[in-house]
């Protein structure tokens, strides 16, 4: 038993099929447990999104890279540190030449 996932992993096929079976055994066991709470979550969301309106948008629209810039911004203003620490290595790279 505690052999098991030692010699799937070696490539025995027999025990790889054994500890995939298995596992998905415990996967719907735990579904099957969890799901009447997990509907309850799911509906509370629901009628909490059902609230408050088609006008709420969860993402900004833009590209990947205005995220990225906006993302970066946030920081700087957050941590001012790391604009002194970022030019101090800018400076050095630019002496080196």
């Known amino acids: 038993m505690f052999w098991g996932p030692a010699r799937a992993a070696f490539g025995d096929g027999e025990a790889l099929l054994l500890l995939l079976a298995g596992g998905l055994v415990l996967l719907g066991a735990v579904m099957a447990n ?12 629901a009628n909490a999104s059902r ?8 993402f900004r629209a833009g590209s990947r890279q205005q995220a990225l810039r906006w993302k970066e ?3 700087l203003r957050r941590d001012p540190w790391l604009v002194s620490q970022t030019t101090d290595a800018l400076l050095y790279l630019c002496r080196r030449r």
Do not use: D, E, M
């Open 73 to 75: 911004f946030v920081l």
């Open 51 to 58: 609230r408050r309106g088609n006008n709420a948008t969860p």
């Open 34 to 45: 969890l799901s009447p709470r997990l509907r309850y979550i799911v509906s509370v969301s």
